[in-house]
């Protein structure tokens, strides 16, 4: 039955300042990682690659019950641009993968793949370049559910999360694969296909690329400096925090400043094909006609501050009756949310995620019935002795 919480309880306040002080102290949890190559990956083009490397993270280990089926895995799904150990960070981690926590390692196991297109999983920058298959969000949930199935052997997941592009990859596992979860919590996104502003701003960063003479229609021998100018300053908007940046940069230097800084940073990082691949994967996708599909317990969440997916739209009161076992959850804007990227603060969300687990925590087993002893009833003969002259 669908649940929409317009707001959470006052008690958020006390969660929000727990969290934080939590999620400042620590470091990376221990975690190993690992490559899976998918031979012969067939795209939804057509294309076909001989060997698709799939890069992956993974804190705990598999429990597999009497019949071998993985009963505690968690599947987590990064954002666009994003990568599995984005998810090590202490606003998520020390939050949630620490020992006591929602998702304890030594209780769940946990796996946080490389999207295709992203991190160390195969993407254009490795050397093809825009002969690289041009990929959508169908693949890359295909790619992961593969990398499960065959590459980690895991059969069953106990949840799967996913943030912004991991939030729309969620609907689409839940709805090509209804079966393999118990729980969906999306992050950030919409079922819906792409359009408006949010389309808007990714049609602006393509097109900027693709404009740049630099470009070279993606031979460049060194990165497009200004379309990347342009891509970095489309990224922060779109993942901006209206109430965090007031307080962090209250004058006009100091935007400046924060400026310069975040496109220098973006800058060393950003590879133009790369990024034109992975914004460009969004392009097809509309998950809302399958949402009856899904019969996962589904918690979705959503923030009202984000500037990529604004609840003023009512998408999300529009699609969120249509899945059959499903609860909608709206963070308030307040100056412990992060816009967008809230995904990503677990303090702000976890008492959801502790409601989702304990929904899809499985029955437990029927108490042992110990047989009472049975009291068997002693047959006592009684003969008369012999004569002691008996036989003589």
Known sequence: MFRQIAVLTAALGLL???GASQAAVGSEPPHQEGDYVIPFFKFGTGEVMEKLRMHYTTLGAPIRDKKGHVTNAVLVIHGTGGTGRQFLRPQFANVLMVPGGLLDPAKYYIILPDGIGHGKSSKPSDGLRTRFPHYDYDDMVEAEYRLLTEGLKVDHLRVMMGTSLGCMNAFVMGETHPDFMDGLMPMACEPSALA???RLWRKFLIDAILADPDWDEGNYQSEPQ?????AAALLSIAGSAPIQMQKSMPTRAEVDAYAEDYVADELASLDANDLLYQVSASRNYDASAGLSKITAKVMWVNSADDFVNPPSLGLSERFAPMIRNGSY??????????GHSSHTWAMLWQ?????LLEATAPPPPPPVVKAKPVKRRVRVRHETPESPDAGH
């Open 196 to 198: 408006g502003r949010n």
């Open 329 to 338: 959850v709206l963070i308030p804007e307040s100056e412990m949310s992060h």
């Open 16 to 18: 929000l300042s727990a």
């Open 226 to 230: 200004g379309a990347l100018r342009e």
């Open 351 to 355: 008492d959801k995620l502790k409601e």
